[in-house]
């Protein structure tokens, strides 16, 4: 079974400042990789995904990751964080064979605060 | 389009009633999935359907039972519930991934908060 570790439960930061959440995960076969956030009493909302190309991916408001296999890593940053940035983030991971096809296994999330 | 809903919004049972959860989804999504949020546990699955009429066990199945018999609905059921059910639960849906039977982006509903006196 995959898992995937976040590293820092919770993240504090002043806004404008930068930011990366850690994630790692444990696979030996080709895995496709999320991030995921979810804002207070809302929903889980896609905000990039990995699948295959370029490493580096980009969402649309700022945030970026870098698939690295040699690390079996997907951390996410972004350079300048705003206060509206502070929801609570997740790391995914999914594979494409084996018994769990159409499984997505998440990290335990990261809440980040931006305090002004 | 509505995307991913969820019946209820909230409910409060007593232990040992029963109850179904129900997920509709609108845009004709292979995958559906069940999950339940607790705090500092991430989300947990507790089962999945891959298409109509089949449905998987996930992470945390015992004491819950699933139905899929419409592709667009995701039935989650709680025969007899007790206060360790108490969470969060949300549905998902997906698409395969482009050349994978692996998911690809999962749309979530807004949840249903549950709680088990």
């Known amino acids: 079974a995959q898992s995937v570790t976040q590293l820092d439960s919770q993240v504090p930061v002043f806004e404008e400042a930068p930011v990366e959440l850690r994630c790692n995960y444990s696979s030996s076969v080709s895995v496709y990789l999320f991030w995921y956030v979810q804002y207070p009493n809302q929903g889980l909302q896609l905000l990039l995904k990995?699948?295959?190309?370029?490493?580096l991916v980009e969402s649309i408001n700022g945030f970026e990751a870098e698939f690295n296999k040699s690390q079996t890593s997907f951390h996410l940053r972004k350079p300048s964080v705003h206060i509206s940035d502070t929801a609570e983030y997740f790391c995914?991971?999914?594979?494409?064979?084996?018994?769990?096809?159409?499984?997505?296994?998440f990290g335990r999330g990261t809440q980040l605060t931006v305090w002004p | 389009n509505a995307g991913v809903t969820q019946t209820p919004k909230f409910r409060v049972l007593k232990t040992g009633q029963s109850m179904t959860l129900l997920c509709a989804q609108d845009?004709?999504?292979?995958?559906m999935y069940w999950y339940r949020q607790d705090p500092g546990m991430g989300l947990r699955l507790i089962h999945y359907s891959v298409g109509e009429g089949t449905t998987a066990k996930g992470e945390v199945p015992d004491g819950y039972n699933v139905s899929r018999l419409k592709k667009q609905n995701f039935l989650l059921g709680l025969e007899s519930a007790a206060p360790s059910q108490t969470s969060v639960y949300f549905c998902a849906s997906s698409y395969k991934a482009s050349g994978s039977p692996s998911t690809d982006t999962q749309y979530f509903g807004p949840g249903t908060r549950l709680t088990v006196l």
């Open positions: 995914a991971v999914s594979t494409d064979r084996g018994s769990t096809l159409g499984r997505l296994y």
């Open positions: 845009m004709n999504h292979e995958y």
């Open positions: 990995y699948l295959s190309g370029s490493t």
